[in-house]
């Protein structure tokens, strides 16, 4: 047994902290949270530089050919920000999609661009019923001349308003499962995008009206696109929860940190026991993500069989954010509702990330499915 | 026991008056969600004029002293009015006036009865407008740590120097309620006194502070909160309130009141909208309301806010029934404050990420729901943590220390 990270895994940290301390410190994401694009050009380019955008893509499709647990080592690092931007959505999530549905052909026309930064992924499952599962995807193409013809609301995409390209997930056909994934131009007649106001971190509407895709835009093959998506959305998810680690960890920092240098009734507030227990409970949180998040990870680049522990994983990362956030708060009391002082980007991100690719009691009860009780 | 509040003939009759009068005068664009800051301006200035009118019938502070321009209504009929403005969504006042609302209550049991001719009257008819200025950068839970904030004696009047921060609302105010330092070299609870001031005296300037929500102390919304700024403000004597460097003393009452002591008979408004959206939502065909998983969540919601309203109900009776109290003021505080913030969490379970949207297509009409996923946790923290709270409730209940801690007083001469 050795829970410790490899020589190469604690320099990519090392790297990718210092970049983040250099490039995005807390005004930096601060000033991001209004924009309409979570895509900011220069970081966008300098992470594309360092070979993060194709973390997950095997070298012949231009990519770095890392483990997940690689990978995972790096969102930790930008979960910390948390730093916005299409990061996860076209590098890992969106790569990872191509990459289990798409044809040779397909994946070599599309993912060496995914590496570079030139496309932009994400990929639209959610619709107005918010479901991750089969069952809610009811966007149906029309079958015209050999091509499809798109209408209808994809909901809660993310990052879709920086995106240059979606795979959208349709349906069909009438078994739970006969959904297609199609590779959409976002520029394409018809298609708009809209970041949705509010307390979450660029969830966008897709709106398809009337959008001619040409017959070559299925990726791979028609009904296949479900399996093809859960076997992306499996290796994917754990990646997200090291980024909601990430983020667990800084809080859990920033809130330490602040326990020693508030004083209130002479003392620094760390040594009341009340905030003591909020610190507690707030590393308890930290812990059972990070641990849930590294076994699954383990697993899955290991071979073993890890459906259970990444439905695990992000039942208890999901939760995790939520609950170390409220804990934060209650540490900080007013400075932590302060914009300024950047755990507001985090509480945000939290409640944004409860949902997305599934909430808790969704994970909970795959798991319970996939260990067979 | 009886929790039935039951009515007299006279009772009705007064809520038949109530109601027609409300209804006369309560505009519905009066709760519009405002579209621009100058329309929130505008909303403010229709509040305030109904204000005023409630003010000129003895309703804006309904059992304060007749005498001092307030209603001089008892318990029976403050009840109605409470209950006939709940219904409009609103409360009393209809706008934010912290320190109206412990500021009066302060003078009432610690000033001197020049004061309470003075500063009682334009308050109790809705005249002016008065935030309470406690905190300070350095003096938030630790208040009897104001330090920063100090009032120097100058001749026939004080000069008051120093920096208040997350006080306050949008589109300003005419009086200022505030707690200073009057002695810093003197002992700890011993250095403090209140000051009643005009706001618009020289050397006052404000600057709003971007928070992640505008949390509500309680009933109204408190909008944009300020940093206000004192640089050489002279003030008369007669504003200092309960003697100098008596502040702690005085600050019992605010806090008591601040703390929940005065109970609330309201509705819960988020519950009420809540169960509304959840019935009216329909996914897959099926309303929320009707899907087991959200029917769950709706139960332990229900169950806390129904609890909560049951306290606010007895420390109501306790205040008006004039009963003593111990722990029951920040117990209230406490329950509020800790079911907000968990109701955050399992709203967002129930309803999904469309509580976290204002979109009018795709959010709860006019983004309620994700107003309160902000708020949920930025109310935690006016007057008073939860561990401030909890602290508060041991003292009273009688642990941790050799005397028991009693609740402050919160009636004065009448
Ligand atoms: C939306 C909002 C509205 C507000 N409105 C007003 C207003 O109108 N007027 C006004 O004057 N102020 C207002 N405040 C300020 C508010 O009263 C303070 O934020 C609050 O009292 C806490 O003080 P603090 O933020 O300085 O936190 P701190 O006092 O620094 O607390 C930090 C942490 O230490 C803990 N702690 C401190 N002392 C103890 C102790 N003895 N035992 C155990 N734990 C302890 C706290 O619980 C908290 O966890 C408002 C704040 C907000 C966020």
Known sequence: MDLSLTESQEMLRTTARSFMQRETPVDVVVGLQKAESSLERDLWAKAARLGWLGIVLPAEYGGSGDSLSDAAVLYEELGRGPLPGPFFSSGVLGALTVLEAGTDEQRRRILPGVATGETVLTVAITEPNTSWGPGGITLAPQGRNGSFVLNGTKLFVSDATSATDLIVAVRTGDGPTDVSLLHVDAKARGVSTRRLPGFLSWQCEVSFDNVQVPATSLLGEAQRGWAALSRALERAIPILCAYIVGGCQAVYEKSVLYTQTRVQFGVPIGRFQRVQDHVVRLVNHLDSARWATWEALWKLDTGRPATASVHMAKAVASEAYLDVCNAAHEVHAGMGVLIEYGLPAHTQMSRTLFHYLGDPRWHKRRMADALEW | ?414
Not at chain 2, 109 to 127: D, M, N, S
Not at chain 2, 199 to 213: D, F, V
């Open chain 2, 1 to 414: 026991m009886d929790f039935e509040v039951t009515y007299t003939e006279e009772q009705q009759r007064f809520r038949r008056e109530v109601r027609a009068w409300l209804e006369a005068n309560v505009a519905p664009s009066m709760l519009r969600t405002p579209t621009s800051a100058e329309d929130n301006y505008r909303r403010y200035l229709e509040l305030r004029d109904l204000g005023r009118k409630l003010g000129a019938k003895g309703w804006l502070y309904p059992t304060a002293p007749a005498k001092y321009g307030g209603g001089g209504l008892d318990v029976d009929h403050a009840i109605i009015l409470e209950e006939e403005v709940d219904r409009f969504d609103l409360s009393l006042p209809p706008y934010y006036d912290s320190g109206g609302r412990l500021g009066s209550a302060s003078i009432l049991v610690w000033g001197t009865e020049e004061q309470r001719q003075a500063f009682l009257p334009p308050i109790y008819r809705g005249e002016v407008r008065t935030w309470q200025l406690l905190t300070e950068p350095g003096a938030g839970s630790d208040l009897a740590g104001v330090r920063m904030t100090t009032a120097v004696r100058d001749g026939d009047g004080y000069v008051i120097r120093g920096q208040k921060i997350f006080v306050g609302s949008d589109n300003g105010t005419d009086r200022i309620w505030m707690i200073v330092n009057t002695d810093p070299k003197g002992k700890r609870h011993e250095n403090l006194s209140w000051f009643m001031i005009d706001a618009s005296l020289p050397g006052i300037t404000m600057q709003p502070m971007e928070l992640m929500g505008t949390g509500g102390e309680g009933g109204t919304d408190s909008g944009v909160k300020q940093t206000v700024f004192f640089d050489d403000v002279r003030v008369p004597a007669f504003a200092l309130v309960g003697g100098e460097n008596k502040g702690w003393t005085v600050a019992t009452t605010h806090l008591e009141l601040e703390h929940g002591g005065g109970g609330r008979i309201g509705r819960n408004r988020v519950w009420d909208r809540l169960l509304r959206y959840c019935q009216e939502t329909k996914r897959d065909g099926v309303p929320l309301s009707q899907q087991q998983d959200v029917r769950d969540s709706l139960a332990d919601i229900y169950i806390k806010t129904e609890v909560q309203r049951l306290f606010g109900l007895r420390n109501f009776y306790l205040t008006y029934a004039r009963k003593p109290k111990s722990y029951e003021g920040p117990q209230l505080s406490y329950y509020r404050k800790t079911t907000g913030l968990w109701m955050t969490g399992a709203i967002l379970e129930a309803v999904g990420p469309a509580a976290l949207t204002t979109d009018p297509a795709w959010g709860a009409p006019s983004g309620f729901l994700e107003t309160q996923q902000r708020n949920g946790i930025v109310s935690v923290h006016p007057g008073g943590t939860t561990d401030i709270q909890r602290v508060q409730m041991a003292r009273r209940i009688g642990i941790g220390r050799s005397t028991r801690e009693k609740a402050g007083t919160v009636h004065g001469a009448e």
